[in-house]
């Protein structure tokens, strides 16, 4: 059974800077400017050896031009219904909005435990003035800056002492997978569609999601940690501050991840930012899905499944092994075969062979087929072995390692793609001195 401590309030009171404060880490996007936060925004805290989630919401509004805002608000009601402790958020140098007063009336009405947390109290002028926010009628609040950390001590001992109690259990190594790729391609539709619920806002404004939104995915016995991320543009497309940070977000959830699911438009197909985002994929050495949404929207005949997916791979090469499937978010169409290709690119990338079995197949392919001679020097392979990695890397171990050329090394890595199950996985080889 999880813990959750969801933070809500009114937009700009310091919502994500208390996040990040929480689970010390800079997960959410802070800026000045108002409605940054948009889904919700899931973190881990961990306080006198007591684990919990932290859940960041968007800013509650009423009656505003935002598009995003009957989804924000949404969102804030979902996260209050999935919480055990809720954190009300208020700004002592605004003292009591209308808005504070509307979220108030909310909370009053729900039947968990409510903290209200006055924000930015950091003097004693401001700690007097805090007394004004007894008028909300929800009783005790507490006063802390949640910019330099002054009373979180306090509000943590609080929020620990309401969580339910809970038998320790061994957190047990799950799968984290990445939504990625170029803006409005249906990341966050996909996710929602996998995991069964509106978890992420969305619209038909490209550029929706700004954080990159963990969910853990429990269903069907499957589990993995779900992360949809911001849509990666090209370098000369970010302009506003916030996307250049998302951006950043993106490529550490790629950094982070295990496997990457790369959607792709099939309305416009292969693009050249798609294959930026594949580069940062392959960089990173991660597991690869590539799924080609809106595939409802296409004119198809016979041959367009093959010709589309044989247009991707001609430009990928020289890695072509790798699952595509065709599918749309929307409609759900094949969205339960992605579950399946998850499990197996993830043990694909997490395969040991064993050295026995290693040497007998691969040694056979390259005595059949030896590296061409250098100088009048012949390359003799006499043993290969995997290395201690967190995922496939493989050494080769011959007389003269610097005289192998690359062409080689790809001649390797494709007959140990053949022999051995690593579809969507990363294969590093290494040839040393015997």
């Known amino acids: 059974m999880s813990k959750i401590a969801a933070i809500v309030g009114r937009p700009n009171v310091g919502k994500s800077t208390l996040f990040n404060r929480l689970t010390e880490s800079r997960a959410a996007i802070v800026n000045e400017e108002s409605g940054v936060t948009r889904d919700r925004h899931y973190g881990k ?13 968007g800013g509650f ?50 039947e968990k435990k ?17 007394v004004e926010f007894y008028n909300l009628g929800l009783g005790e609040y507490f006063a802390i800056s949640s910019a330099n950390g002054s009373g979180t001590g306090d509000l943590l001992d609080e929020i620990v002492k309401h969580l339910p ?15 990625v ?40 016995n499957t589990r993995f940690l779900l992360v949809d991320t911001a849509g990666l543009r090209k370098k000369a497309k970010v302009e506003e501050d916030i996307e250049f940070y998302s951006v950043l977000r993106s490529v550490r959830a790629i950094e982070e991840s295990d496997l990457c699911l790369l959607l792709i438009d099939a309305t416009r197909g292969l693009e050249s930012q798609d294959l930026n985002i594949l580069s940062i994929i392959q960089k990173n050495n991660k597991g690869l899905i590539i799924l080609v949404n809106k595939w409802d929207l296409v004119e198809k005949d016979h041959t367009t499944t093959k010709s589309f997916e044989a247009g991707i791979r001609s430009r990928t090469e020289p890695f072509t092994d790798y699952p595509i499937l065709f599918i749309s978010a929307i409609k759900k169409q094949r969205v339960h075969k992605v579950l399946e290709l998850i499990m197996t690119v993830y043990g694909n990338r997490r395969r040991k062979i064993p050295t026995s079995q290693l040497n007998e197949v691969m ?7 030896p590296p061409p001679s250098i100088k009048g020097k012949h390359i003799k392979i006499k043993y290969v072995t995997q290395l201690p990695a967190a995922y496939p890397v493989f050494a080769f171990f011959c007389n003269y390692p610097q005289y192998i050329k690359e062409s080689y090394r ?25």
């Open 45 to 57: 805290a961990i306080w006198n050896g007591v684990e919990f989630s932290v859940v960041d919401t």
């Open 165 to 179: 109690e809970t038998a320790d259990e061994q957190e047990e190594e799950i799968p984290r997978v990445a939504v």
């Open 410 to 434: 790809r001649f390797v890595e494709n007959r140990l793609r053949e022999s051995f199950a690593l579809t969507g996985a990363p294969a590093k080889i290494y040839f040393r001195k015997k």
């Open 61 to 110: 509004v009423e009656n505003s031009d935002d598009v995003f805002e009957s989804e924000i608000n949404r969102q804030v009601k979902l996260a209050i219904s999935e919480a055990d402790v809720i954190i009300f958020m208020v700004d002592v140098t605004e003292g009591v909005h209308e808005l504070d007063k509307s979220v108030a009336a909310m909370l009053r009405k729900v």
């Open 114 to 130: 409510v903290i209200t947390v006055v924000n930015k109290v950091d003097n004693n002028q401001r700690l007097l003035d805090a």
């Open 363 to 369: 040694l056979r392919y390259v005595s059949d087929t």
């Open 181 to 220: 790729g170029r803006p409005n391609v249906g990341k966050s539709s996909l996710a929602n569609t996998l995991l069964g619920e509106e978890r992420n806002i969305v619209t038909d404004v490209a550029g929706t999601t700004r954080d990159s939104i963990h969910s853990l995915y429990n269903k069907f």
